[in-house]
């Protein structure tokens, strides 16, 4: 037998109950800001590591698959170790890892501690949220899911970006790993004071081996190719082939073996009789792509076609939390006071988001933070209103047995969304960008007068300022060269700003039909199952001499439903 968490924190002492939800939420902090620690600081960590980028992306690989490892491995975790032992030992073994990662600069030692931050950043995120779920009512789930999300969530699609652009600016990229260590702690310290919920006993499962090293090295797989195909070209280089096949066939094997399992495998199948969770699950994909694809574009076209400054990029989207927030809890209100379905705040959610997107489409070389704000407030208020919805969607209706199962899957989907949709984002910029350089170049020659007169005017301004007239004609046209780059950068993001908009055009309708045809088939379900139950004791009423007849009109309905009395 083993514990795990379903009762209520006792009602005579709220404070607890605080210190517990405050103690997690700080604990999703210490993940939020170890997850995002490359995509401001990767060539500060370069250069004092000396790694080649072939090297350097492993200390991405191996945080990002061990973190989805953790997700899978952690609702088992939570069935053998008390709940709050393992969120608080999950968080101290973070913390740890960056202090170590703070004074090193070997690169072997930072991937090592790399994975332990993501294996223990998983798991802490499934842990936490389902502590969270399963100590307190269903109807106070709307607001303590919204604070759950301002560190999950929010945080690192725009506190930490700003944190470690700043540490980065003022102090150095080592600062960043430093600055969790205090925050491991406190989360440690109120989790420790914090009242412990009543574990009950339930039945043991023994561990699926097998299945955790098909899923583990099928998500290893996938991580690498969504990491780093753009890079290689994709299927072009024989690497990226042989570890899509790799990944592909260990992801059928697991299917398979977890369906030969019956019951006793990694995957719990119970989930997917929920039709919400199965809705919510496909979304997490869409949603994941959404947060992590435009988290990525922003701040990418902040620092590579405006030129801002790691704290200007990371700045950039310190004003949409905020909204994010409030978006959070306006939607946390009205279904929670205002009894509003989580369904109704979905749609908003996905038209601010595509609005905010298509604005930031319009951009230039020229643009400034207060041109993109509009709409950098808008996606956060959008972000607000759909994350919250689809958590309560999800797990609503799962029981206490299947729930943290549930949302190890959903943070799955959500995370491999995301990585699916930076690697299509980067290889639409990346191909935009190859392809504007040609049209624009094949446009830009000496014989066009206004590129004749371009290049004399930068001439000539080279010149008087002392420059002799040969090297000035060619700085001149290297300028111009410059030019061409930087215009043909903007018209690939811009491009891709309106690929993340059109994402939810194409999504939309798909999403709809999903969800009518799975409540449809929840409702013939129910209609099957209800008439096979009114039929079962009209048959054992009957009279023999009715009886043969009546079962053979009943037969037919009963094999319709499964043959189930």
Known sequence: MTAAVIAIPSRS??????LLVAGIVLASLTEAIASTVLSLGRGDIIGDTYATPDEFAWLDV???ALKLIGFMTAPWLL???NPRSLIVGATLVMGMACAIAAITARLD???VLR??????GGILLVGGQAIIFLAYPRHQQPLLQALFAMGAVVAPATIAPALQGWLLDSQSWTWIFFSIVPVALAAAGLLLLAECPTPVKVARRPFDWLGLSLVSASL???TYVLSQGSRWDWFEEPRIMLLTSIGAATMLAFLGQQVFAKGQGLLDFTLFRSDDFCFAFIVSFVAGAALFGSAFLIPSFAVSVLAFTPTGAGQLLLPSGALFIGALLIAAFLVQVCRVPPFATVPFGILMIMVAMW??????SESGAADMMAAILLRGLGLGFLFLSITLIAFGNLSNHNLASGIGLFNTGRQLGGLIGVAGLQTLIDNNIAANVAVLGANITAGVPAVSERLMTTTAMLAARGMDAVAASRAATSLLGKVVIGQSSVIAFDTAFNAVALLFVVAAPILVAIKIGLARYAKMHTERSSLTLTATPMLQASTPDMAPGLHQLIQPLSMVSGGKN
Do not use: H, K
Request: net charge positive; with cysteine; hydrophobic share 45%.
């Open 115 to 120: 994975i332990i931050q993501g294996f223990s």
């Open 220 to 222: 290893f797989c996938f």
């Open 359 to 364: 604005m930031l489409s319009g951009s230039t």
């Open 13 to 18: 002492r709220p404070a607890t109950g605080a």
């Open 109 to 111: 030692v930072l991937v």
């Open 62 to 64: 191996g945080y990002t």
């Open 79 to 81: 069935s053998r170790i």
